[in-house]
């Protein structure tokens, strides 16, 4: 694909249905769903938040922070992988598997692909380096 058909794909994209208007921000957390061409939806948390910084003119200006982050982050603190799916409750009767994957010792996975505005369950296998050494009755 040359830069030219790259281009005017970028341009016809839809404006997206949620928007920070730099003169309407308030402090919020929301979950937003993006758009996606696959059978993977994509989750974010986008937040904004603002500290007052006090000025000479006795009024206040908010120095304003957005952040985009996965709306879920698993840690594993562990000295050895471990595992992890994620599961999402589809409906009563069962689940879905959103993301499956490794984490390797002392780092994070970022999960972009569940909703967590559902119930959301975790598996996790942590792999070799742990030996049970007594049997708890």
């Not at 989750?43 to 922070?65: M, Q």
């Not at 709306?71 to 599961?87: D, G, V």
Request: aromatic share 8%; hydrophobic share 35%; with cysteine.
């Amino acid at each position: 694909m040359d830069q030219g058909s790259l281009y005017s794909q970028k341009q016809e994209t839809k404006m997206p249905n949620f928007a920070f208007k730099l003169n309407q921000l308030e402090k919020k957390d929301i979950i937003l769903r993006c758009s996606s061409t696959g059978s993977r939806q994509c989750w974010l948390s986008i937040g904004a938040d603002a500290s007052i910084l006090h000025t000479e003119l006795n009024s206040p200006v908010y120095d304003w922070r957005i952040s985009v982050n996965p709306p879920l982050k698993l840690e594993n603190r562990l000295p050895c992988p471990a595992e992890f799916t994620i599961w999402e409750k589809a409906n009563e009767e069962s689940c879905i598997e959103p993301q499956h994957g490794i984490i390797s010792s002392r780092r994070s996975a970022h999960i972009y692909s569940a909703d967590t505005q559902k119930p959301i369950y975790l598996t996790l296998f942590v792999q070799g380096g742990w030996v049970l050494e007594k049997v708890i009755t």
